[in-house]
């Protein structure tokens, strides 16, 4: 079902009954039938914040609210905007100009709402933490799904962002859905998996106190662990945070560009650093250009409550949905590398030798290289990289001293595995995500 929001809104469906049955028609708003399904066909009102209902699985009862605006484009791009803590939807929407950006470029806004007493969302069970595990991402998951059906929206344009709880949620969403989203951005949030709880508690004091310090390695791995085998392309992400934030705290932006850096396969040195404004410190990963893999905006002097009016205009330069920006030279075009492999073999084991080809025209800055071994292979020593897990879909990541490959250069890695009868070669490889020519 969907209802259009109006003034009185925020009396419930039980209230909203009684007044009909006393009043009329005076207080009615327009309602649309529309069974829950796959494909609906039922039209939002244009221009109007609007609630739909029987949207698919939501296993923590979120609301969802979608804003279509009057020139909405064919196959339009999808934005999903989530409320901080205490915030609602709607407060989303009238706190927030993304209403108004929809309107100039014709997107799509969902907006998901929290129904549980902490209007908080859930960032920290395991089953939050976990694709198609459960609890608020589940929801917002099939929320895309409905607006994508209804109005044939571009599953290849689909981005988060979120406000400090909702911040988290972008994290998230990110880790768990990487098929889903193409980016994100996060103001004043912690990485995927920081705030992780087992007892129940939605609070994490350890995260929130900016004393949980990882690895690139170890906070990328936790990314990975929420949909183990996915070898696929990562979302880019943009990440906002004041200094004097005392309910995130600072630290906690530092970990969350180890953890996407780590994630994209590029280098935690920034490929650029700039002012855009006084006291605004923005550092660009794995390229230069407006839609670098990773982006990082610190604002000097500002606590926790740091969005204001603008900056969505630079999130939207950032994902592309304002016609604008300068995509820079990276990341790699699809092809932009070559994987030559050949496999020697006895009886029970066999060694590969694995040449990797930059074709691209800039240098690759720390790289992960994905196959998928035949069944039966176990990989029991490598060289020129670590490789894990050791057996199904491997993922090679460079060692210290061979990360960055120039242009036309190579580099030469190899491993010894057993096998039980099968010793053909990987037949397949990504770099960083994206596919590779094998010769």
Not at 65 to 71: D, E, L, N, S, T
Not at 91 to 109: K, V
Not at 243 to 272: C, H, M, S
Not at 418 to 431: E, Q, Y
């Amino acid at each position: 079902m969907i209802t259009s929001d109006f003034p009185r809104r925020a009396l419930r469906p039980v209230l909203a009954v009684l007044v009909l049955l006393l009043a009329g028609a005076l207080l009615a708003a327009p309602t649309v039938s529309a069974r829950p399904q796959s494909a609906p066909t039922a039209a939002i009102p244009p221009a109007t914040l609007t609630e739909v209902t029987g949207f698919g699985a939501n296993p923590s009862n979120l609301q969802m609210y979608v804003y279509a605006p009057a020139g909405v484009t064919a196959h339009p791009a999808v934005l999903v905007a989530v409320h901080w803590c205490g915030g609602s939807g709607p407060a989303m929407h009238s706190g927030t100009e993304y209403a108004r950006l929809a309107d100039r470029y014709g997107f799509l806004i969902v907006y998901p709402s929290v129904t549980r007493s902490s209007k908080c969302f859930d960032v920290s069970s395991p089953q939050a933490l976990r694709r198609d595990g459960g609890s608020d991402p589940v929801g917002i998951k099939s929320m895309i799904d409905w607006v994508s059906a209804a109005y044939s929206a571009d599953r290849t344009r689909v981005f988060a962002t979120g406000i400090s709880s909702g911040a988290m949620m972008t994290n998230v969403l990110l880790g768990d859905y990487p098929d889903v989203f193409a980016a994100g951005a996060a103001f004043s949030g912690v990485p995927f998996g920081c705030f992780a709880t087992t007892d129940g508690s939605e609070w994490n004091s350890a995260c929130s106190g900016g004393t949980v310090i990882r690895t690139p390695q170890q906070w990328g791995d936790l990314v990975r662990g929420a949909y183990p085998g996915y070898t696929g392309p990562r979302p880019r992400m943009q990440l906002w945070h004041g200094t004097e934030d005392d309910v995130l705290r600072y630290p906690n932006f530092g970990e969350e560009i180890k953890q996407w850096t780590e994630v994209r396969g590029i280098g935690q040195t920034p490929a650029a650093t700039d002012e855009p404004q006084a006291g605004w410190i923005r550092t660009r990963y794995g390229s230069t250009g407006d839609q670098a893999p990773v982006e990082a905006i610190s604002l000097q002097g500002v606590g926790h409550n740091l969005y204001a009016w603008g900056m969505a205009d630079k999130v939207l330069t950032f994902f592309g949905l304002d016609a604008g920006g300068d995509p820079g030279p990276g990341p790699q075009p699809a092809g932009a590398c070559r994987v030559t492999v050949s496999t020697s073999a006895w009886n029970t084991g066999l060694t590969a030798s694995v040449t990797l080809t930059n074709t691209g025209t800039a240098a690759v800055n720390g790289w992960r290289l994905g196959f998928s071994l035949p069944t039966g292979q176990t990989v029991t020593n490598g060289w020129g990289a670590t490789y894990t897990p050791a057996a199904g879909t491997v993922t090679a990541t460079n060692a210290s001293y061979n990360g960055t490959i120039a242009p036309n250069a190579s580099v030469t890695l190899g491993y010894q595995a057993s096998h039980t009868g099968d010793s053909r070669a990987p037949s397949s490889f990504t770099l960083n995500g994206t596919q590779c020519a094998v010769s």
